[in-house]
């Protein structure tokens, strides 16, 4: 991925996301109680209240911008964007079934959404950003829309240390395709926000103030390494990237090794996998 441009990046994730739509939306419920605690924050962080017009980038499946559009309530509304149009159709039909109407979607770059300037009392992204191969450029996209005195609020992925699975994951696959080890916080990357104090200076870099990281655990349970696999497989597209150039017997040994791995896991109430996010927020200073 190194020696490609951001859009040439950019162009394989939307690739992935666009094969991934529907196995991530299926996937819902569990991601849903994965993330509760660390949306909450998320949420609490961008200080959304009723009433409010929010901007959810990178939004997937909508299962955060739900949550938002029940929060703001009928006073309120979400703009939820996506460089995946198909991911963003199940956010649409989400909102339609839980009977929300104050969703809107727009399919969009995050790095160039170009909205209305100063359009939007709050801003957040749920693991997207790290996607991004500038995410200053997408940071910068969110200040400009934002309203003066306005907040952001990201999650991403931490340190690799502290997310042994995905590593487990990503090592395992590069293994098996025969690439190198890859600079965990490469560009574009899962983790390659996780790296200390980069988020809070692209916020700082972006024009945000009051600007703060804090760490959340978001320990990923479930009955076994086998349903952690059955969700990779449907719907972590960045490790299908990796194991798409492999035949179909390559990419069951690989799978095999992972779960291998990943029993490691496996305790007498269940598997439970550690994973840290990091939240970082800011505010558009008033002028
Ligand atoms: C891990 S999913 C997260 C989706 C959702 N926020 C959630 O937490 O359920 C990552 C999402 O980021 C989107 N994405 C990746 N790069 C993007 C970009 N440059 N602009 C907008 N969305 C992007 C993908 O299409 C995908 O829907």
């Given at each position: ?5 951001p859009?040439?990046i950019k162009?394989a994730?939307r690739?992935?996301?666009?094969k ?10 569990q991601?849903?109680a ?6 909450a ?11 409010m017009?929010?901007l959810?980038?990178a939004a997937g ?23 995946s149009?198909s991911?963003l159709q199940?956010?649409?039909e989400n909102?339609?079934?839980a009977?929300?109407?104050n969703v ?6 995050a790095?160039?959404?170009?909205l209305?300037?100063a359009s939007?009392?709050a801003a957040?992204c749920?693991?997207?950003l ?10 910068r996209?969110?200040y400009?829309?934002?309203?003066p005195?306005?907040?952001a609020?990201?999650?991403?992925f931490s ?7 995905i590593?487990?994951?990503m090592?395992?696959?590069?293994q098996h395709?025969?690439?190198?080890p890859r600079?965990?916080?490469?560009p ?8 200390p104090?980069?988020?809070?200076a692209?916020f700082r ?5 009051d600007?703060?990281t804090?760490?959340i ?9 086998e349903?952690?696999l059955?969700f990779v497989r449907?719907s972590a ?6 194991l798409?150039q492999?035949d ?8 095999a090794?992972?779960k291998?791995?990943l029993?490691a896991f496996q305790?007498?109430s269940?598997?439970?996998?550690p994973n840290?996010?990091l939240?970082s ?5 008033a002028?």
């Amino acid at each position: 991925m190194s020696s490609m441009s951001p859009e040439q990046i950019k162009a394989a994730t939307r690739q992935a996301w666009e094969k991934s739509a529907g196995g991530w939306n299926r996937q819902t419920p569990q991601i849903h109680a994965w993330l509760a605690p660390a949306t909450a924050a998320m949420l609490d962080g961008a200080h959304i209240s009723a009433g409010m017009r929010v901007l959810d980038m990178a939004a997937g499946a909508g299962d955060q911008t739900l949550d938002i559009a029940r929060r703001v309530g009928s006073g309120g509304s979400v703009l939820a964007t996506d460089i995946s149009a198909s991911i963003l159709q199940f956010a649409q039909e989400n909102a339609q079934r839980a009977g929300l109407d104050n969703v809107e979607t727009r399919v969009g770059d995050a790095e160039q959404l170009s909205l209305d300037e100063a359009s939007f009392d709050a801003a957040v992204c749920r693991l997207g950003l790290m996607f991004c191969p500038e995410p200053l450029l997408a940071l910068r996209q969110a200040y400009r829309a934002l309203k003066p005195g306005g907040h952001a609020a990201v999650l991403v992925f931490s340190e690799p240390q502290h997310n042994p699975c995905i590593g487990i994951l990503m090592s395992t696959a590069l293994q098996h395709a025969g690439l190198p080890p890859r600079d965990p916080f490469q560009p574009g990357s899962l983790l390659s926000l996780g790296k200390p104090g980069l988020l809070d200076a692209l916020f700082r870099e972006a024009g945000f103030t009051d600007v703060t990281t804090s760490r959340i655990a978001a320990p990923f349970r479930l009955p076994s390494a086998e349903d952690y696999l059955s969700f990779v497989r449907t719907s972590a597209s960045p490790i299908m990237q990796m194991l798409g150039q492999l035949d179909a017997a390559a990419q069951e040994a690989a799978w095999a090794a992972m779960k291998d791995k990943l029993q490691a896991f496996q305790s007498p109430s269940g598997w439970v996998g550690p994973n840290e996010l990091l939240l970082s927020q800011g505010t558009r200073p008033a002028q």
